[in-house]
């Protein structure tokens, strides 16, 4: 049982770079998200994905993009990378619909120079 | 809108003593609420959750926590600490029909022998 697989593990980028960020989950879960991680801030969402088809902004969408490839796969864009968006990314699933909690990858850390 | 306020952003207790780490929440709705751990360098975990079922959840580890819609509190606690609950802790309130977990700023706890 994989649940949430995140790729990569580590990245480095330098100003203005572009990157995406992979998450599939093979848990049937309708719902998918993506957060990041700063010290002292906890987790903030930046997008998420209700269900196939439909993707919102979160609190942090700025810089951000988002595509939701199918019910399994979720994935995050950074256009132009800046040093602020330097941290650990977070991918998860969950069905809310039924009470359901939260299903995190391993995460990402994105380190922009 | 939802939101969520852990009190404090450190708690240091004795090997063996309560721990209590406070949250308040603010919700529209019908809210759901989790406690997620994250030890050092590590993913998270799911500790309990609340779906208007018992005020009083149980969770693993020895977790547990008490939903009082009148004071806005779901507030953790665990009866005796140990060395290995050392981590950070993350009260996480979603409302229903929102798709959102919004999560507090963490609660670093911290255990001395």
């Known amino acids: 049982n994989a649940g949430v697989t995140q790729t990569p593990k580590f990245q480095v980028l330098k100003t203005g770079q572009s990157m995406t960020l992979q998450c599939a989950q093979d848990?049937?879960?309708?719902?998918m998200y993506w957060y990041r991680q700063d010290p002292g801030m906890g987790l903030r969402l930046i997008y998420y994905?209700?269900?196939?088809?439909?993707?919102d902004k979160g609190e942090v969408p700025n810089g951000y993009n988002v595509s939701r490839l199918n019910k399994r796969e979720f994935s995050l864009r950074l256009e132009s990378a800046a040093p602020s968006q330097t941290s650990v990314y977070f991918c998860?699933?969950?069905?809310?619909?039924?009470?359901?909690?939260?299903?995190f990858g391993n995460g990402t850390r994105l380190t922009v120079t | 809108a939802q939101s969520v306020t852990q009190l404090d952003s450190h708690v240091s207790v004795s090997e063996g003593t309560p721990v209590l780490l406070r949250c308040n929440y603010s919700?529209?709705?019908?809210?759901?609420l989790f406690w997620y751990v994250q030890h050092p360098n590590k993913g998270l975990q799911l500790l309990l959750k609340?779906?208007?079922?018992?005020?009083l959840v149980k969770g693993i580890n020895g977790f547990e926590a008490e939903f009082k819609k009148s004071e806005t509190s779901f507030h953790l606690t665990k009866p005796s600490a140990h060395m290995s609950d050392a981590a950070e802790y993350f009260c996480?309130?979603?409302?229903?029909?929102?798709?959102?977990?919004?999560f507090g700023t963490g609660t670093r706890l911290k255990v001395l022998a």
């Open positions: 998860a699933s969950s069905e809310l619909s039924r009470g359901g909690s939260l299903h």
């Open positions: 848990m049937n879960h309708n719902s």
């Open positions: 994905s209700a269900s196939e088809g439909t993707t």
């Open positions: 919700s529209s709705y019908s809210p759901s």
């Open positions: 609340y779906t208007s079922a018992a005020t």
């Open positions: 996480v309130v979603s409302d229903q029909g929102t798709y959102k977990y919004i």
